[in-house]
T-cell receptor, first 113, second 109 residues
Framework: AAGVIQSPRHLIKEKRETATLKCYPI?????VYWYQQGPGQDPQFLIS???????DKGSIPDRFSAQQFSDYHSELNMSSLELGDSALYFC????????????FGDGTRLSIL | GQSLEQPSEVTAVEGAIVQINCTYQ??????LSWYQQHDGGAPTFLSY????GLEETGRFSSFLSRSDSYGYLLLQELQMKDSASYFC??????????FGAGTRLFVKA
């Protein structure tokens, strides 16, 4: 079965650079979520999209933005990167409304030097 | 504020039963989910409770009491491969989801 695809798997950037993470949800899933997970921490909700419209925002810094495109793939754009942005970034998708099972991608490991 | 409390660590032996509790205090509540995450891996959905009661899926069961703001995940017939972190998560409204800090389960032979 198709899963959530994230790219790249690993990304190394320097401070003040920009980064773009991509997510391809499971086909026919109408909701996309973005999470940030630091080492030994829980996933922190950043933002979600329902039917290509932004639905909810969490602890997403103003330096970050996200969008969902007509083909349902989503991108997380990160600017003015800081050392503290080093983390695993997960995308998840779902099709059963709020609270339904979220299917996570393998994540993008972002390292800021 | 919003908080989900769960034990940081639990240890059990193979074949045993373990219960991981989760209490929550959130501004909204639309359901409690449980996820498993192995080191370096992605969270994997285990179960979801929107209403009070017990949900059973194979070796895993989950319980919710909305009046007590409490739920638990029950793992039966523990196997070594169950060693992982387990997160409870609350949907607080819309699609916003808050995760607990996670419970690290160690299964011993």
């Amino acid at each position: 079965a198709a899963g959530v695809i994230q790219s790249p798997r690993h990304l190394i950037k320097e401070k003040r650079e920009t980064a773009t993470l991509k997510c391809y949800p499971i086909p026919r899933h109408d909701t996309v979520y973005w999470y940030q997970q630091g080492p030994g921490q829980d996933p922190q909700f950043l933002i979600s999209f329902y039917e290509k419209m932004q639905s909810d925002k969490g602890s997403i810094p103003d330096r970050f933005s996200a969008q969902q495109f007509s083909d349902y793939h989503s991108e997380l754009n990160m600017s003015s990167l800081e050392l503290g942005d080093s983390a695993l970034y997960f995308c998840a998708s779902s099709s059963q409304g709020p609270g339904g099972p979220q299917h996570f991608g393998d994540g993008t490991r972002l390292s800021i030097l | 504020g919003q908080s989900l409390e769960q034990p940081s660590e639990v240890t059990a032996v193979e074949g045993a039963i373990v219960q991981i509790n989760c209490t929550y205090q959130t501004s909204g509540f639309y359901g409690l989910s449980w996820y498993q995450q192995h080191d370096g891996g992605a969270p994997t959905f285990l179960s979801y409770n929107a209403l009070d009661g017990l949900e059973e899926t194979g070796r895993f069961s989950s319980f919710l009491s909305r009046s007590d703001s409490y739920g638990y995940l029950l793992l039966q017939e523990l196997q070594m491969k169950d060693s992982a972190s387990y997160f409870c998560a609350v949907n607080t409204g819309g699609f916003k989801t808050i995760f607990g800090a996670g419970t690290r389960l160690f299964v011993k032979a």
